[in-house]
């Protein structure tokens, strides 16, 4: 099923993706002249029906994904962004976890079950 967004979800998505403007979500609601309560439900439906765009990047974050597809190291990205090297980090930590990966690899989402209770020793 490949539905496409509505022009406000449209519109919504590229205001606050940082790939796009990043802006807040209070600016972005404001530059719609709607709440950020709309703003959040057109996010919402918008996530429904695409999902692979969520979650949504920073502008910093989207700045950093770029950079490190250009196969750029931290020292240059920190230097460009004028932040720390542990901001770097920090941020491309922050997009892994968004994307749902460690160190470029699928990360395995551990689930819990109760059929685990009697495996579980607790220590203290």
Not at 66 to 94: K, Y
Not at 95 to 116: D, H, S
Request: with cysteine; glycine share 4%; hydrophobic share 40%.
């Amino acid at each position: 099923m490949n539905r496409r967004l509505s022009e406000k979800q449209a519109q919504a998505y590229r205001l606050v993706s940082g790939e796009f403007e990043g802006l807040s979500t209070t600016d972005a609601a404001m530059k719609m002249s709607i709440t950020s309560q709309a703003l959040n439900r057109l996010l919402s439906r918008a996530k429904k029906t695409c999902s692979q765009l969520f979650p949504i990047l920073t502008k910093q974050e989207a700045e950093v994904k770029t950079m490190l597809a250009e196969d750029r190291a931290n020292v240059d990205m920190a230097n460009q962004l004028q932040v720390s090297l542990s901001r770097i980090s920090q941020i491309i930590g922050s997009i892994n976890e968004k994307q749902g990966t460690a160190y470029g690899r699928p990360v395995k989402m551990l689930k819990y079950e109760t059929w685990m209770d009697p495996q579980i020793i607790r220590r203290f």
